[in-house]
């Protein structure tokens, strides 16, 4: 008995200790408080707006949707034989028309290549409208800022909307009407949304006459311009 007493208070003691660290660090648990201690950064955790959740969950959805229809032609499922294969590629705003432009250029496909104009569909701007000078409009953000409001953009002296201030932008009105909604509730005022998204010029690229080596190239520029998509031609050459 005596031997097995002695035993127990020396399994205590022993216990007692490695809980002190006598023995070196203890691993860690992951609960807290420590875990917190441990993270890198925690001021900048911040929880997001159901606004800005249903923003970011629109546009997931968007660049999905711009994947599956990208699968819905294959280039590579192409008939080449007669050289009668045509393809669309598009559609891309002005300053990335000029990028995919070059591209095409550098593969020499002289009148095979063809560009024409379409509309592309604007987006929603939610914004808070021009002040009369800058330091109104800095005065303006800075209030943003103690209501909560970080994502925003001071417009230029360069733009239409000079010392206007741009909140966010969507596509989808519902989300813009959301969106406003949120804002308004942390005491914003003023907040405003334009009634329509305007069309944007844009340029679709046809590329005719196609052939095995040009086919390869074209996947490649694809794989750099995802956003956009290969289609049929709407009519054969």
């Avoid at 499922?77 to 045509?86: E, R």
């Avoid at 593969?107 to 808070?128: A, N």
């Amino acid at each position: 008995m005596k031997v097995a007493f002695l035993l127990l208070v020396l399994a205590n003691l022993a216990l007692y200790a490695w809980q002190q660290g006598v023995f070196g660090t203890r691993p860690d648990t992951g609960r807290e408080p420590g875990r917190v201690a441990q993270q890198i950064a925690p001021e900048r955790i911040r929880v997001l707006t159901p606004a800005e959740v249903e923003q970011r969950k629109a546009k997931a959805r968007e660049q999905a949707a711009a994947k599956q229809a990208s699968a819905v032609f294959s280039l590579a499922a192409l008939d080449l034989a007669g050289g009668q294969a045509c393809a669309e590629f598009g559609d891309f705003p002005v300053n990335e028309a000029a990028r995919v432009r070059a591209r095409l250029d550098a593969m020499e496909l002289g009148d095979r290549l063809s560009t024409r104009g379409v509309e592309l569909p604007g987006w929603i701007m939610v914004y808070l409208p021009p002040f009369k000078t800058r330091a109104e409009a800095d005065r303006a953000a800075a209030e943003l800022r103690k209501q909560g409001v970080r994502d925003f953009v001071v417009m230029g002296e360069n733009t239409s909307m000079r010392n206007g201030i741009a909140l966010a932008s969507f596509k989808d009105p519902a989300l813009a009407k959301s969106f406003l909604a949120d804002i308004e509730k942390r005491g914003v005022k003023g907040v405003r949304t334009a009634e329509r998204p305007p069309a944007l010029p844009g340029t679709r690229f046809t590329i005719k006459a196609l052939d095995a080596p040009t086919v390869e190239k074209l996947q490649a520029l694809q794989k750099d311009f995802t956003n956009a998509k290969f289609a049929a031609c709407a009519s054969q050459p």
